[in-house]
């Protein structure tokens, strides 16, 4: 098995050097639309990634979709500069620390239980995992931050172990998930680590992972599904100065070279980058895309998808 926490702190030596090597903002503007779509995705917004730039970043209304998925977009975006702002001011987090990003989460949803405990069951729809008891919650909550605050070991581990506590005592009504993505990222942010992005086409590994840990069997498919997240968004940053780690498979391209490595015309690149098929990694400092080396996969299953299924731009946004 890959020794992924000698990855992680071999990566995390390197990680303020590649941060000084690129445009700071870029990425943070990426990172805030990335982790905004896969986190609600894999709640069941369907909002595309482009779809939640222009309602975080432009504040515009997108045809078809819920006002809830409208106002879950907004909210992830906020409660992730929240996030980031207690990174950089407390050093112990509290309670009410989490009570907070709770709170932010369900803002203009559901008020009435926005940054409130549950006060009755709750269960995990498609999952025979029990739940503890409302009564319970708050103390299994204080034990958790307490067991957070004097943990000792890799920064990796002890948010991923975060989370899986914190989705297992399930404390609200709803929102438990984001909370908890959200709350592991705290944590890395913290450590001086970059966030873990669990992506919308791991949702099944992901919730599956989960649930094997909570029903009594190993936790090494959840582990190794958060280590890959964090390696990840490591390797993003590595793709943004043009250089990769050793476990990487490439660089960061212009649309140019994507367009080469494909067989696929720029225009067409360009037009699915629009329509939402195409992450990007960033841009140049004259504002040219900037795209990640996994888009060379996604453009061959997109091509497959389409020589296979028959499926439209919106069938195919669907499935990323």
Do not use: H, M
């Given at each position: 098995m890959k020794d992924w926490l000698a990855v992680l702190d071999q990566k995390k030596s390197q990680y303020r050097r590649l941060r000084s090597g690129v445009q700071e903002k870029n990425i943070d503007d990426w990172l805030k639309i990335e982790l905004t779509y896969t986190s609600n995705a894999i709640e069941g917004n369907t909002l595309s990634r482009q779809e939640t730039a222009l309602v975080v970043e432009k504040g515009l209304t997108v045809e078809g979709k819920t006002l809830k998925e409208h106002q879950e977009a907004i909210n992830h975006a906020e409660a992730w500069e929240l996030v980031k702002r207690m990174a950089k001011t407390i050093k112990k987090i509290t309670v009410n620390d989490i009570l907070g990003i709770h709170q932010?989460?369900?803002?203009?949803?559901?008020?009435?239980?926005?940054?409130?405990?549950?006060?009755?069951?709750?269960?995990?729809?498609?999952?025979?995992?029990?739940?503890?008891?409302?009564?319970?919650?708050?103390?299994?909550?204080?034990?958790?931050?307490k067991w957070l605050n004097s943990a000792i070991g890799n920064p990796g581990t002890i948010a991923a172990k975060v989370h899986y506590r914190l989705v297992s005592i399930h404390p609200f009504v709803d929102g438990n998930g984001r909370t908890a993505r959200l709350l592991m990222n705290l944590i890395l942010l913290q450590a001086g680590y970059p966030p873990a992005i669990i992506m919308k086409e791991e949702r099944l590994k992901y919730l599956n992972s989960l649930e094997k840990a909570q029903l009594g069997g190993s936790s090494n498919d959840y582990?190794?599904?958060?280590?890959?997240?964090?390696?990840?968004?490591?390797?993003?940053?590595?793709e943004a100065v043009g250089k990769r780690t050793k476990s990487?498979?490439?660089?960061?391209?212009?649309?140019?070279?994507?367009?080469?490595?494909?067989?696929?015309?720029v225009a067409t690149v360009r037009f699915w980058t629009k329509s939402g098929l195409l992450p990007l990694a960033g841009h140049t400092p004259g504002g040219y895309q900037l795209y990640p080396f996994q888009a060379v996969d996604r453009i061959k299953l997109i091509r497959k998808l389409q020589a296979e299924k028959r499926l439209t731009i919106a069938e195919l946004k669907r499935q990323f």
């Open positions: 932010q989460i369900l803002n203009k949803i559901d008020d009435q239980n926005a940054g409130r405990f549950r006060s009755g069951s709750v269960r995990i729809a498609g999952s025979t995992v029990v739940l503890p008891n409302a009564l319970k919650v708050p103390d299994l909550v204080d034990e958790l931050v582990f190794n599904l958060i280590y890959t997240a964090i390696d990840r968004t490591f390797d993003l940053y590595s990487s498979p490439g660089k960061v391209l212009k649309i140019g070279e994507l367009s080469k490595l494909t067989g696929e015309s």
